[in-house]
């Protein structure tokens, strides 16, 4: 049986993505790596990992009947995941609308027998990877407010030397 490796996501809108290229621009000064590409970047809400793939188009189908409750975060601080040598942009704490469409899309997603995650949420933006100094800028740039109303299902598919990223559906915003 084949799998595809999914995800669920924010998109930031273009004119984020470019902000948020220049956060990781100047992080690379003190942490190297290498940046993620400018329109990959993006904020996961449920990593599901390989699912069959006929899993994966039921998704695909329910996921524009889905409405995520809008909301608002915001790119307010750098951070490190020093064993994935990642360094990242986040809100200072979780919102707590980020937190409940988190919880709800795996309330969903477990009906479907798929297994939340054990670890917390931990909402953020990869900007590097391989870096090669474990501690991010002291400060980071002016603070980027994120306003949010759709998610997107996005496919990993595995090529040599990286990975490339498919969108296969998205939520409707909630008035839609
Ligand atoms: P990362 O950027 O912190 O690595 C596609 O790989 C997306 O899913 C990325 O945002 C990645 O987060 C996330 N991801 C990959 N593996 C994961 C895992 N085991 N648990 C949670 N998120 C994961």
């Known amino acids: 049986m084949s799998t595809v490796r999914l995800f669920f996501a924010l998109w930031p809108s273009p004119p984020l993505a470019a902000s ?3 956060w990781a621009q100047q992080a690379r000064l003190t942490c190297g790596g290498r940046a993620m590409r400018t329109e990959t970047l993006h904020l996961t809400l449920a990593f599901l990992g390989p699912v069959d793939a006929a899993l994966a188009d039921e998704l695909a189908a ?28 986040g809100p200072a704490e979780t919102p707590a609308g980020l937190q409940a469409a988190h919880d709800d899309l795996w309330q969903w997603l477990s009906g479907y027998g798929l297994a939340p995650p054990t670890q917390p949420f931990r909402p953020h933006v990869t900007l590097l990877r391989n870096i090669t100094h474990a501690h991010p800028p002291e400060e980071a740039p002016a603070l980027l407010p994120w306003q949010y109303d759709r998610m997107v299902l ?18 409707r915003p909630r008035d839609g």
């Open 20 to 22: 948020l290229a220049g």
């Open 62 to 89: 329910a996921t524009p009947e889905r409405r995520l409750a809008p909301g608002q975060t915001a790119m307010e601080r750098y951070g490190v995941f020093g064993r994935q040598r990642i360094l990242w942009a």
């Open 154 to 171: 996005v496919a990993s598919e595995s090529l040599t030397g990286g990975s490339r990223y498919r969108m296969v559906a998205q939520s």
